[in-house]
């Protein structure tokens, strides 16, 4: 093949804009050192890529979640969240298994309604303003 063009690679990844990324991105793997699967033939690391989803020597799917994958920072777990009551219980439990010996001191957490709140944000009164700010 003397030219790849788009046509060569579109009945392989059905989508234009997501040949593009995944050929974007495994040029990006070729430049920092990974395998080329075809020969180069003195073409350039884009051109190799396409040459690659072409001739179907790489998979698209494992092409998009290698993608996928470089692109994640952080992935969050999903764990559900203890009640209060749970979390207050097992701190009363972990004391008293921990210190049989010593006399229980219940640990009660300080809580305020949202009246409470309103009123003491209420009472509190905004900074002068100065040049400085």
Same mark, same amino acid.
């Given at each position: 093949?003397?030219?790849?063009?788009?046509?060569?690679?579109?009945?392989?990844?059905?989508?234009?804009?997501?040949?593009?990324?995944?050929?974007?991105?495994?040029?990006?793997?070729?430049?920092?050192?990974?395998?080329?699967?075809?020969?180069?033939?003195?073409d350039?690391?884009?051109?190799?890529?396409?040459r690659?989803?072409?001739?179907?020597?790489?998979?698209? @799917?494992?092409?998009k979640? &290698?993608?996928?994958?470089?692109?994640?920072?952080? !992935?969050?777990? =999903? *764990?559900p %969240?203890?009640? @209060?009551?749970?979390l207050? &219980?097992?701190?009363?439990?972990?004391?008293?298994? !921990?210190d049989? =010996? *010593?006399? %229980?001191?219940a640990i009660?957490?300080?809580?305020?309604?949202?009246?409470?709140?309103?009123?003491?944000?209420?009472g509190?009164?905004?900074?002068e303003?100065?040049?400085?700010?």
């Amino acid at each position: 093949m003397a030219r790849v063009t788009v046509e060569d690679c579109i009945d392989k990844v059905d989508n234009r804009f997501e040949l593009v990324l995944l050929a974007g991105h495994r040029a990006r793997q070729i430049s920092q050192g990974a395998q080329i699967t075809i020969p180069r033939d003195n073409d350039k690391n884009p051109v190799v890529a396409l040459r690659e989803i072409a001739d179907e020597t790489l998979s698209p @799917g494992d092409l998009k979640e &290698d993608l996928i994958h470089s692109l994640q920072k952080h !992935v969050e777990v =999903d *764990e559900p %969240e203890a009640d @209060g009551q749970e979390l207050t &219980d097992q701190t009363t439990a972990a004391a008293t298994t !921990v210190d049989a =010996d *010593e006399p %229980e001191e219940a640990i009660v957490f300080d809580r305020m309604s949202e009246e409470e709140l309103l009123a003491g944000i209420e009472g509190l009164v905004a900074p002068e303003k100065s040049d400085d700010y």
